[in-house]
């Protein structure tokens, strides 16, 4: 294995997850009695450049183009996604004679805004199952995936981007040089893009072993995004830090010609990340022992729930969850069966752990005792939507960072 940004064989391990199956493969019942591939799930980072990242083990076209996740079904993303589309129109001055492109543009969840605005937009989304919904939300969608040949078909077709936004999908990108060239050649000389990923400070602090799956071929600081992006001859010039994903950061970056300097914002969250040891490799190698001790931690409620004789079930089927249900080896003996607003999930089972997956409606149905919010980094909008159960004395439980009641969601609102 080498590094993907800088060509480097020299790669400390972080933290090893053992082998688990794609996350986003659910099983249907069909598929219970057939052989589940797994694959190693190790987290290594570069001693030269620092990038985290674990090997690509499974190409995108293997999980996208038949795709699980739809982003609509998050209220609160796609209030974030609104929001973005509000703020860089204002930012950049966008209007009907401005272009907009976003790469994996999902279901239309972001793009529906700018529709909505009159501006001229495209949305790149390689999963054809998504890429139709957000045809039916009347989102111009090109069912593909972006490489460099097609950045330059897109241009020559449809003019150079005034904004291309990238979010959530640059830790997606096994050619990770490519990727990035591609995504300048989108862009006007002048133009602007937009970077949204989950921010490796948060991940190695907190313990969010969970976002660590195949899908995420690598994690990025401030540091290391900025080296990545200077390979295609653009220049970070200001971030913003999100609650978003349990904390994620926004990068702004234009061609390194007109790019001007960097941001205080982006001086105060390199520092950050300085101080929190992660220029140097050293700091990365607590992320085990804080990995160890989460599982121990849930393990040890669930144990005692379940000594308890009480009923748990799960909340959510996603990538990180299955992640997290693998990794602490939890299955239907401690979490009885989880629900999603997904209708794709629904009498299917998680990869690995084979969970079942009913509706939300489940819930109201049994009672449960203990409800386990595995998107946690949603666990305000979760907590909303299940205030209903308070009214038997159910409770809902948050894995991460540590696992911690919310025994009253009657009274979240905010």
């Known amino acids: 294995m080498t590094c993907r940004l800088c060509g480097s064989e020299s790669l400390r391990s972080v933290v090893d997850l053992g082998a688990t199956p794609p996350c986003e493969l659910f099983l249907t019942a069909d598929g219970l009695n057939a052989p589940e591939p797994t694959y190693p799930l190790h987290l290594r980072v570069c001693e030269a450049c620092l990038l985290l990242q674990i090997p690509a083990l499974i190409l995108p076209e ?179 830090v999100l609650a978003s994903h349990g904390g994620s950061i926004r990068v702004w970056a234009q061609p390194e010609g007109v790019a001007g300097p960097p941001s205080a914002a982006v001086g105060e969250v390199l520092a950050q990340e300085e101080a929190a040891g992660l220029h140097d490799v050293a700091g990365y190698l607590d992320l085990a022992s804080r990995t160890q001790l989460a599982r121990q931690n849930l393990l040890r409620f669930l144990l005692e729930a379940k000594a308890d004789g009480k009923r748990v079930v799960g909340y959510g089927a996603p990538g990180k969850g299955n992640t997290l249900l693998n990794y602490c080896g939890i299955r239907s003996d401690l979490l009885e069966y989880t629900v999603d607003r997904n209708p794709y999930k629904h009498g299917r089972f998680t990869p690995g752990t084979r969970i079942p997956i009913h509706p939300p409606e489940r819930i109201a149905e049994d009672q449960p005792d203990i409800v386990l919010i595995l998107p946690w980094n949603l666990e305000t909008e979760i907590a909303r939507q299940l205030s209903y159960v308070a009214e038997w004395g159910g409770e809902l439980v948050s894995p991460l960072p540590d696992v911690h009641v919310i025994s009253t969601p009657s009274e979240v609102t905010s």
Do not use: K
């Open 62 to 240: 293997e999980t996208f183009v038949d795709y699980a996740y739809y982003a609509s079904f998050s209220d609160s993303w796609v209030e974030h996604a609104r929001h973005y589309v509000a703020t860089a129109v204002d930012r950049l001055g966008l209007d009907e004679t401005s272009r907009v492109v976003e790469v994996a543009s999902n279901d239309g969840y972001l793009l529906q805004h700018v529709v909505e605005r009159g501006i001229p937009c495209l949305g790149i989304e390689p999963s054809v199952n998504v890429g139709e919904a957000a045809r039916e939300r009347g989102v111009p969608t090109l069912t593909a995936f972006l490489d460099e040949s097609l950045a330059e078909t897109v241009r020559a077709e449809h003019g150079p981007a005034n904004l291309v936004a990238a979010n959530n999908v640059y830790a997606h990108v096994p050619d990770l040089l490519g990727f990035t060239r591609a995504l300048r050649t989108l862009m006007a000389d002048d133009g602007w893009l937009t970077i949204e990923v989950h921010h490796a400070l948060q991940l190695v602090t907190f313990g969010q072993f969970d976002t660590i799956y195949h899908e995420h071929f690598q994690y990025y600081t401030v540091l290391s995004i900025t080296r990545a992006l200077a390979t295609a001859g653009l220049t970070v010039v200001d971030v913003d």
